[in-house]
């Protein structure tokens, strides 16, 4: 039984680690992250915690040793893991990419906004729902924000 | 070479020699078979034919050169009694030229129809030369202009790839530099001037990023277009509903009156009314709210001139302000890439959205141009075809 809620953030970019933390604590500083700069490193770590796992996976595209749509499609799989909430979290915008996601089961993709202010505004909706109805904060998001697409 | 044709060996001795002394090359033959035989082997520039022979005549030999592709061209002079037939003048034998002559004949005339006809030959079989040289150059310049059209569709398709691949990577960094600056000036307490200093280093960044945006989007004007017939009423106010935050903070009024449906590029269309709308509330009075006014009528020309005329195939758009409005001499000016009237400190933008407009009226086979008075305001007119002929266009279905 856990009490506080766990995010884990799947992005080899430092920077974009850094200011995804910056926003977090932010609007939530409560709320644990966990950080992995791959795919490969994100299955071994969600492997390892038996009975701590993340409540939100935030999942990038493109990164080294193992793509996020491998990554994703691994999660899946895993009848331990299947049941967390994959929402991805790319520079990408293509249509392809966001099909694909979907497709393998992503609950919403997200490409990064510059403005920090949107940021925000996503993270802190999220935060807030993430043990309540987090299928209609997305789409809600989905309404109201350029970068974000709901399944 | 000439050929002679008689069935009478004296008469073509005598004309073998009459034509040898004056330098011509004979042959002979003593009846029609024996010339059509002949003909078929050999090249001749004419042939005198006599009219009156046992078994093939005169006018048989004639029927089947003028049905020979091969030889329709060769000038045939007749030789015939004096009671000549007038069948052959009606039927008008072949295109290389027919005459006659009646036996017995004038030398010196024969000779000069001899080489008048023998010229025409030479003259006529030139021209068929020189026609399938050109046919063969123009074949094989269709085909490099072909190839030509290939490679260049092929570059462009590269040039557009990576014209989206340096934008995507380009906006990579510029992203991080306004997130992180907006965290330092959040986060910290920098104090007022370095607030405004990092405010000025967030302003430029996002000018970056709308550079790189309207870059991008011109690059794609280049890929080949599809034109629907869709109303640009509808199109239009799509654009307003884009623009609807602005029109409302700035309190801007826009009129809109009867337009026509046209065959468009319905997304280029829209840039172009984006561009010119926001243009016109831009570069209002200060303090006057913006008041744009759009109408369009029918022209025959494509022309600004050219009075109106409702069955004319062209429709000109206009577009006006009553804004601050510039010097016509610099007409050019505004629709080239990055000149700008104003500097940026005064107006914001980035100086391509004339181009833009430009570039896309191009495309649609038509111009815009516009008229205007310092102090007093602005119309921009649009000549666009109604049709686009080169394309079968698509009709919208709504």
């Known amino acids: ?151 | 070479m000439i050929l002679i044709v008689d069935d009478k060996k004296e008469n073509l001795f005598s004309l073998k020699t009459l034509l040898q002394l004056n330098l011509y090359d004979v042959d002979m033959a003593m009846s029609g078979e024996e010339a059509l035989k002949k003909i078929l082997k050999n090249e001749y520039e004419l042939i005198i034919l006599d009219v009156q022979m046992p078994g093939m005549d005169g006018y048989e030999v004639a029927e089947n050169i003028t049905g020979y592709s091969k030889t329709k061209d060769i000038p045939i002079i007749f030789l015939s009694a004096v009671n000549i037939d007038k069948r052959f003048i009606a039927k008008g034998y072949s295109s290389g030229g027919v005459d006659y002559l009646t036996k017995p004949f004038d030398p010196e005339l024969l000779l000069l129809k001899i080489k008048t006809f023998t010229r025409l030959y030479k003259q006529t079989k030139e021209l068929n030369d020189i026609k399938s040289n050109l046919e063969h150059k123009v074949e094989a310049r269709t085909t490099e202009l072909i190839e030509a059209n290939k490679e260049l569709e092929k570059s462009n398709a590269e040039l557009q790839q990576y014209a989206f691949i340096a934008s995507h990577d380009l906006q990579e960094p510029l992203r991080k530099i306004i997130t992180f600056s907006q965290i330092v000036k959040e986060r910290f307490s920098i104090g007022a001037e370095s607030t405004q200093y990092v405010n000025r280093i967030i302003v430029s960044a996002e000018r970056m990023r709308t550079l790189i945006n309207d870059l991008l989007s011109y690059s794609k004007l280049a890929a080949t277009p599809e034109f629907l017939n869709m109303p640009l009423s509808l199109i239009i106010q799509e654009t307003i509903t884009d623009l609807e935050l602005i029109i409302k903070e700035t309190n801007a009024e826009v009129i809109i009156g009867q337009l026509p449906a046209a065959e468009i590029i319905p997304d280029q269309m829209r840039q172009v009314f984006q561009n010119l709308i926001s243009n016109a509330i831009k570069f209002s009075k200060k303090d006057n709210p913006p008041q744009i006014k759009i109408w369009s009528d029918f022209t025959k020309e494509r022309s600004v001139e050219a009075r109106p005329d409702l069955n004319g195939s062209y429709c000109r758009i206009y577009l006006s302000d009553k804004g601050i409005g510039f010097n016509e001499q610099y007409l050019d000016k505004i629709f080239t890439m990055f000149q700008r009237l104003h500097g940026r400190s005064e107006y914001e933008g980035t100086g391509i959205g004339l181009s833009i407009v430009k570039k896309i009226i191009e495309k649609h086979n038509g111009f815009v141009t516009a008229k205007s008075k310092e102090g007093e305001g602005t119309t921009f007119i649009i000549v666009l075809p109604l049709k686009q002929t080169a394309k079968p266009a698509v009709a919208l279905h709504k």
């Open chain 1, 1 to 151: 039984m856990r009490n506080s809620t766990l995010f884990l953030l799947v992005d080899d970019d430092a920077d974009d680690i850094i200011v995804f933390k910056e926003v977090l604590r932010d609007v939530n500083p409560s709320i644990q992250l966990i950080e992995a700069g791959d795919g490969l490193e994100a299955l071994e770590i969600l492997r390892s915690r038996h009975d701590n796992l993340p409540d939100i996976i935030f999942l990038d595209l493109n990164m080294p040793r193992m793509q996020g749509k491998e990554c994703l499609v691994e999660i899946k799989k895993d009848p331990h893991l299947q049941h967390i909430p994959v929402i991805i979290y790319t520079t990408s915008s293509l249509s392809r990419d966001i099909e694909d996601s979907m497709l393998k089961g992503a609950v919403c993709f997200i490409t990064k906004p510059s403005s920090l202010k949107e940021l925000r505004h996503i993270v802190s909706s999220i935060s807030q729902n993430v043990h309540g109805d987090l299928g209609r904060c997305l789409r809600v998001l989905s309404n109201t924000s350029t970068t974000f697409i709901v399944c």
